[in-house]
C-alpha cells in the first residue's frame, strides 16, 4: 500500500502517523483508498499554551486567536493541504448535515453555517469537525466518491444524526448502503462518562439497552456508551458492520493524547477530524 511520507505506526487503535510535531490516527477502513485523505487529530503538534496546549482548532474557548491561526498552518503544512481548502460547521449539538457544492463554509468563521455535518462529493475540500468528548464519524461512498463528517455529542446522538447522515448520503447522492464506509473517532468513552436522568430520557431506544447505558453509582445516575449508540444507528441505517471502524480510545482517560472537555474540568481545546477527496 502506498503510503504518504512520514512516521507510520500500525496499532490496535489504528494508523498512528507523525509529520513534524503534527500527529494523527488513520482509520484502517479508510486508509486502503487512495483518493481519499482522512484524519483524527490529537492534540499535540501546535503552539496554543496552557489548558489549550497545543494544537487546539478553535478560537471559541478562549484560546489566543493568533496562536490558533499558527496551529491551522501547521496543520495545513502537515497534510500539505491548501489552509482554505478545510470546511467546518458552526457546530450547534443538533442533527443538522449540509450538502457543501460551493465554496460555503470555511475554516469555522461567519460564512460557516449552523451544524453537525457535511457531506461532499467535491474534491480538494476538507470536510471537518471539531470534538473534545463528542464522537467524530468520517463517512465515504467508495464507488461515487462521496465523504461526510458528523459531530455527535449526546444531543446529536438522541436525534440520530449518524443515521441521518446516511439518509443524505443515499438520498441525495445515490450512495448504495453497501458502498458506504464509517470510522469512528476517539472520544470519551463509558468508563468516564457519567450522565443524568435528562440524557438517558433522551434517549428511549437504549434506555434498556445493557451496550448503551448501564447505571452509575448514584442514584440517577448512568455511563453512557457514546460510540456505541451511534455504532448501533449505522447498523440500523443498514451499515454492515464490517464497514465500520470505531477507534477505541477514550479521550478523557487519554488527556494527554486529545483534548477532553469533562478531562480538563470544562476549559480545554479542540482536536480536528476530516476527510477530503483527492483532486485528481
Same mark, same amino acid.
Given at each position: 500500500?502506498?503510503?504518504?511520507?512520514?512516521?507510520?505506526?500500525?496499532?490496535?487503535?489504528? !494508523?498512528?502517523?507523525?509529520?513534524?510535531?503534527?500527529?494523527?490516527?488513520?482509520?484502517?477502513? !479508510?486508509?486502503?483508498?487512495?483518493?481519499?485523505?482522512?484524519?483524527?487529530?490529537?492534540?499535540?503538534?501546535?503552539?496554543?499554551?496552557?489548558?489549550?496546549?497545543?494544537?487546539?482548532?478553535?478560537?471559541?474557548?478562549? /484560546?489566543?486567536? /493568533?496562536?490558533?491561526?499558527?496551529?491551522?498552518?501547521?496543520?495545513?503544512?502537515?497534510?500539505?493541504?491548501?489552509?482554505?481548502?478545510?470546511?467546518?460547521?458552526?457546530?450547534?449539538?443538533?442533527?443538522?448535515?449540509?450538502? !457543501?457544492?460551493?465554496?460555503?463554509?470555511?475554516?469555522?468563521?461567519?460564512?460557516?453555517?449552523?451544524? /453537525?455535518?457535511?457531506?461532499?462529493?467535491?474534491?480538494?475540500?476538507?470536510?471537518?469537525?471539531?470534538?473534545?468528548?463528542?464522537?467524530?464519524?468520517?463517512?465515504?461512498?467508495?464507488?461515487?466518491?462521496?465523504?461526510?463528517?458528523?459531530?455527535?455529542?449526546?444531543?446529536?446522538?438522541?436525534?440520530?444524526?449518524?443515521?441521518?447522515?446516511?439518509?443524505?448520503?443515499?438520498?441525495?447522492?445515490?450512495?448504495?448502503?453497501?458502498?458506504?464506509?464509517?470510522?469512528?473517532?476517539?472520544?470519551?468513552?463509558?468508563?468516564?462518562?457519567?450522565?443524568?436522568?435528562?440524557?438517558?430520557?433522551?434517549?428511549?431506544?437504549?434506555?434498556?439497552?445493557?451496550?448503551?447505558? !448501564?447505571?452509575?453509582?448514584?442514584?440517577?445516575?448512568?455511563?453512557?456508551?457514546?460510540?456505541?449508540?451511534?455504532?448501533?444507528?449505522?447498523?440500523?441505517?443498514?451499515?454492515?458492520?464490517?464497514?465500520?471502524?470505531?477507534?477505541?480510545?477514550?479521550?478523557?482517560?487519554?488527556?494527554?493524547?486529545?483534548?477532553?472537555?469533562?478531562?480538563?474540568?470544562?476549559?480545554?481545546?479542540?482536536?480536528?477530524?476530516?476527510?477530503?477527496?483527492?483532486?485528481?
Amino acid at each position: 500500500m502506498k503510503r504518504r511520507d512520514g512516521n507510520q505506526k500500525e496499532g490496535r487503535h489504528g !494508523l498512528l502517523f507523525r509529520r513534524g510535531n503534527v500527529a494523527w490516527l488513520e482509520s484502517p477502513i !479508510l486508509a486502503g483508498y487512495e483518493f481519499i485523505t482522512h484524519a483524527f487529530c490529537m492534540r499535540e503538534g501546535g503552539v496554543s499554551r496552557g489548558a489549550f496546549a497545543t494544537l487546539n482548532l478553535s478560537s471559541n474557548e478562549g /484560546d489566543d486567536s /493568533d496562536a490558533v491561526e499558527r496551529n491551522w498552518s501547521l496543520l495545513a503544512e502537515a497534510f500539505d493541504i491548501p489552509e482554505h481548502s478545510f470546511r467546518t460547521v458552526r457546530q450547534v449539538h443538533g442533527d443538522r448535515i449540509v450538502t !457543501l457544492d460551493g465554496d460555503s463554509a470555511k475554516n469555522g468563521g461567519e460564512e460557516s453555517p449552523a451544524a /453537525d455535518g457535511i457531506i461532499t462529493a467535491l474534491p480538494g475540500r476538507a470536510v471537518a469537525v471539531r470534538t473534545a468528548d463528542c464522537v467524530p464519524l468520517l463517512y465515504a461512498d467508495i464507488r461515487q466518491r462521496v465523504v461526510g463528517v458528523v459531530h455527535a455529542g449526546w444531543k446529536g446522538t438522541a436525534q440520530a444524526i449518524a443515521a441521518k447522515a446516511v439518509e443524505v448520503l443515499t438520498e441525495n447522492y445515490g450512495c448504495r448502503r453497501s458502498d458506504i464506509r464509517v470510522a469512528i473517532g476517539p472520544a470519551i468513552g463509558p468508563c468516564c462518562y457519567e450522565v443524568d436522568e435528562a440524557v438517558h430520557a433522551a434517549m428511549p431506544q437504549y434506555q434498556s439497552d445493557r451496550r448503551v447505558f !448501564l447505571r452509575g453509582v448514584k442514584e440517577g445516575r448512568w455511563m453512557l456508551d457514546l460510540v456505541e449508540a451511534n455504532r448501533l444507528q449505522l447498523t440500523a441505517a443498514g451499515i454492515g458492520e464490517d464497514h465500520i471502524d470505531a477507534a477505541g480510545l477514550c479521550t478523557s482517560c487519554n488527556g494527554d493524547l486529545f483534548f477532553s472537555h469533562r478531562g480538563d474540568g470544562g476549559r480545554t481545546g479542540r482536536q480536528l477530524s476530516f476527510i477530503m477527496l483527492r483532486a485528481a
